[in-house]
């Protein structure tokens, strides 16, 4: 293994977004480094050892990453001269024309014109950055690798300064490459770059963008001590970033608007666990992907207002697959924008939701929030029962109803149900406003009510319930005082 460290001098790093001129690139990008390193090769008449440093470079695969949260500085407009313009050609013996006279004029710098100009930076937490490879180079290239950091001085604009090395004991990376689905899309150099780059020099044109390559957070290790249910402790979330204020009650509306978004987009054939349906059209009886609202709720002031959706992905489903049938709709586009999906309903409402991919988000968008292990749960939205309740006591068998719901979600039977018709937690409306769900077979209402789940030990979420748990319903969150006593 080997890592460069890269630490910025200033405290922040300048280097615009290539989909956002106004947006700053943080982390850098792992070609932005390589060129960094090209640059200190070039201008130095670099040795053989740094040439052969930076060839091994472009056969690795691309790196994982360590780095810090980052916010944003305040950008403001600066007009600056522009590059020099052509003289106008004259002709011996000819007098000038007015025009010709005017442009020769603006090559003096009191004439020049000035255009808006804006410097977006961006002011990690933590100003160090690592670029992880599992190679292990050899001496040569090792050294190549030490002369070329010591000459590094910037990367991105000239104002960011840096210093560079090689780690040989480099911290655990946050950001790994992926062919799921991505959180950050990055440019990354290959075999043949840095011949890239010198031709593109020698016929004085820009180099081309380097290749696109999907990064994301590495998978928390699971407890073995703790049960987990049939989905994937990692939540894929988006958050809103337009369209009104909605609340819990819209969790219907919205999350099949979602599933009808993801479908259209999903490639053919479109499997099982997307759909929801065998190659033949019957419903799945294995765990497909579900739909969750992230409302504001639990705490003092939450008024349940949904700041994002979750998808909740199946456990038998491949990263790669996951990748392929969702980054169509979500994740990175090609130029490192990040993916919108439009929700439009007529008149009702019009949503935009994207990935949420910053490093601290609201609590409500953080996976944590839902999945943390946990003996309370609580509803923030009503479990439908899967049959009519019967019998002289109807409430005994309700909670034998959400009892078996838990085990067919591949958690324990829980030790305790308490149904009722308000949520424990604060800000979540009384179960008589969200709308019923349906039959699909004569359009009859189903039943729902809210619930306290207790169980013998913590598990681990996401806890969903009952016959709607594709679609939003029967969703828990681990019950307030229990946050407080590990907080």
């Not at 104002?159 to 992926?178: K, R």
């Not at 697959?321 to 009702?348: F, H, I, K, T, W």
């Not at 949503?351 to 988000?361: C, F, I, Q, Y």
């Not at 292990?373 to 899967?386: C, G, K, M, S």
Request: proline letters at 10%.
């Amino acid at each position: 293994m080997v890592a460069i460290g890269v630490r910025y001098l200033m405290g922040w790093s300048m280097a615009t977004h290539s989909a956002d001129r106004e947006r700053p690139e943080w982390p850098p990008h792992p070609d932005r480094v390589f060129m960094a390193l090209a640059a200190a090769y070039y201008e130095t008449d670099g040795s053989d050892d740094e040439r052969r440093a930076l060839q091994w470079l472009e056969l690795q695969p691309a790196p994982s990453m360590r780095a810090g949260d980052a916010s944003e500085r305040n950008t403001l407009t600066t007009y600056v001269p522009v590059n020099d313009s052509t003289a106008p050609r004259l002709r011996l013996g000819r007098t000038p024309s007015r025009q010709q006279v005017n442009a020769g004029l603006q090559l003096l710098p009191e004439n020049r014109s000035r255009q808006p100009r804006q410097f977006p930076a961006s002011i990690p937490a933590d100003p160090t950055v690592y670029l992880i490879w599992t190679g292990d180079p050899s001496p040569e290239v090792r050294a190549g690798l030490d002369s070329l950091c010591s000459k590094v001085i910037r990367v991105g604009h000239s104002a960011s300064l840096v210093q560079a090395w090689v780690e040989e004991a480099p911290p655990e990376p946050n950001l790994i490459p992926t062919d799921g689905v991505a959180l950050h899309s990055m440019r990354v150099f290959g075999q043949g770059r840095l011949e890239h780059l010198e031709v593109q020099y020698q016929n004085g044109r820009r180099p081309d963008r380097a290749r696109w390559t999907a990064y994301t957070r590495p998978q928390p290790e699971r407890q073995p001590e703790s049960p987990h249910s049939l989905f994937q402790s990692r939540l894929l979330t988006l958050r809103r970033v337009s369209g009104r204020l909605m609340g819990l009650e819209s969790s219907l509306a919205l999350s099949e608007k979602l599933r009808n978004a993801v479908v259209k987009h999903c490639p053919e054939p479109i499997p099982e666990w997307v759909s929801g349906h065998t190659p033949d059209g019957r419903p799945s009886q294995t765990p497909h992907i579900a739909f969750l609202p992230l409302p504001f709720v639990g705490r003092e002031h939450a008024d349940g207002h949904l700041l994002g959706f979750a998808l909740a992905i199946p456990n038998q489903v491949e990263q790669a697959d996951a990748g392929r049938c969702l980054n169509p709709l979500l994740g990175v586009s090609e130029d490192g924008a990040m993916r919108q999906v439009r929700l439009y309903e007529g008149a009702s409402f019009e949503w935009t939701l994207e990935l949420e991919d910053r490093d601290s988000p609201p609590v409500a968008l953080r996976s944590r929030t839902w999945t943390r292990p946990a003996r309370r749960w609580a509803t923030v939205t009503p479990i439908v029962f899967d049959r009519h309740p019967k019998g002289r006591n109807k409430n005994d068998e309700g909670e034998r109803i959400v009892a078996e719901a838990c085990q067919r979600i591949g958690l324990p039977r829980p030790v305790d149900v308490v149904l009722s018709q308000v949520s424990l937690h604060l800000g979540v409306p009384h179960s008589r406003q969200f709308p019923a769900m349906r039959r699909k077979s004569d359009n009859g209402r189903l039943q729902h009510t809210h619930a306290l789940v207790k169980f013998d030990r913590p598990v681990n979420g996401p806890v969903i319930l009952g016959a709607g748990r594709y679609r939003g319903y029967g969703m828990c969150r681990p019950v307030q005082w229990e946050e407080e006593d590990e907080e």
